[in-house]
């Protein structure tokens, strides 16, 4: 079992950066795969980026790629998400999730942050 714990959301405008964090405690954080999700009012939860149990490898979907960096730090049980340029579109609910490295889905969730973008 694995307890998440977001924050860092909060209110900003339209190209100003902000850096999320999750904070993971149960078992070994290097045993999971981390992702963040975001779900905007009326929209269905979508992926935004991932990373690796060893954060070697990253994944990042299209509309955040260039803007948004996953990063984690193992000996912390934390895994960020970095985001720059922020557009009103980005405005959700962001999510942490962690995958055991032998399953096909998400695991275990956080409860969520908001953030929001003014233009």
């Known amino acids: 079992q694995v307890q998440l714990t977001e924050s860092g959301g909060g209110l900003v405008q339209a190209g100003d950066s902000l850096g999320l964090v999750c904070v993971a405690s149960?078992?070994?954080?290097?045993?999971?795969?981390m992702g963040w999700f975001r779900q905007a009012p009326g929209k269905e939860r979508e992926f935004v980026a991932s990373?690796?149990?060893?954060?070697?490898?990253?994944y990042y979907a299209g509309s955040v790629k260039g803007r948004f960096t996953i990063s984690r730090d193992n000996a912390k049980n934390t895994v960020y998400l970095q985001m720059n340029s922020l557009k009103p579109e980005d405005t959700a609910v962001y999510y942490c999730?962690?995958?055991?490295?032998?399953?096909?889905?998400?695991?275990?969730w956080g409860q969520g942050t908001q953030v929001t973008v003014s233009s």
């Open positions: 999730a962690a995958m055991e490295l032998m399953s096909s889905h998400y695991n275990y």
């Open positions: 149960g078992r070994t954080f290097t045993h999971y795969f």
């Open positions: 990373i690796s149990d060893n954060g070697a490898s990253t």
